[in-house]
């Protein structure tokens, strides 16, 4: 269970680093934006890729369909709690959007884990997307006057938060014995397709403008390749 609580917490320590990464380099907006684009395409190769045939392999659509709506469903909740609290901010959007993402897919990790099956170059995968994906909402909450050691505090809590989700998918997998991680991957493509559509791709565009497209592009050929 140790082992899975480190495994959750390395693969989304990248949040972390990302947040710290931005009070030692300014990112110009349009920076910002293509690596939002980046991130926002590397996402819709994840669910295409890797989620949704996690899903397939023991869920029949209609049961994948309902979990896709409580993913959703789980986002835009959350997503309207953080609007009533720090207002319409895009990137808090976003931040949400890697909360929802992070936290079920630690619990998947601790769940293969018991089977053996996560491999270290999805744990890199992981890894590597998530920095495109939280560069631009830290970059964006920097220069809305937000201090270091408040972001820190932030995304500290969401790496540790997967760690310990990580470590509860493990514990669970390994009393139960017939747990997988079907569902929460069909819920987690549900709020990844949500947050994509309401938060990330809205912003990608609004500040890297045409070229976050073909950035995207980009993101999703490698996820791709990676799968």
């Known amino acids: 269970m140790i082992g899975a609580l480190l495994v959750g917490v390395a693969a989304q320590s990248s949040l972390l680093l990302a947040a710290l990464v931005v009070y030692r380099f300014t990112l110009p907006d ?13 996402l819709i190769a994840a669910a295409a890729f890797q989620l949704v045939p996690e899903a397939q392999a023991s869920l029949g ?5 309902i979990w896709l709506l409580v993913g959703a469903f789980v986002y835009v909740v959350a997503d309207t709690l953080v609007e009533r609290r720090f207002g319409t901010s895009g990137a808090m959007g976003i931040v949400v959007g890697n909360i929802v993402d992070a ?8 769940i293969q884990m ?6 270290p170059a999805l744990a890199v995968s992981v890894w590597v997307s998530n920095i495109p994906q939280a560069l631009p909402p830290a970059a ?14 932030l995304w500290g809590s969401v790496v540790v938060a997967a760690g310990v989700f990580s470590a509860i998918g493990y514990g669970v997998a390994d009393a139960v014995g017939s747990v997988n991680g079907a569902r929460l991957a069909a ?28 950035w995207a592009v980009v993101g999703f050929g490698f996820t791709l390749a990676a799968s």
């Open 30 to 42: 349009r920076a910002v934006g293509q690596l939002a684009g980046l991130g926002a395409g590397a």
């Open 61 to 65: 659509n209609l049961e994948i369909g």
């Open 103 to 110: 936290l079920p897919e630690s619990l998947i990790f601790g």
């Open 114 to 119: 018991v089977a053996g099956l996560v491999s």
């Open 140 to 153: 964006d909450m920097r220069a809305s006057g937000w201090p270091a050691r408040k972001q820190i505090l």
């Open 187 to 214: 819920l987690t493509t549900g709020a990844l397709v949500a947050m994509l559509t309401t938060s990330m791709i809205p912003f990608a565009y609004q500040k890297g403008r045409i070229a976050a497209g073909v």
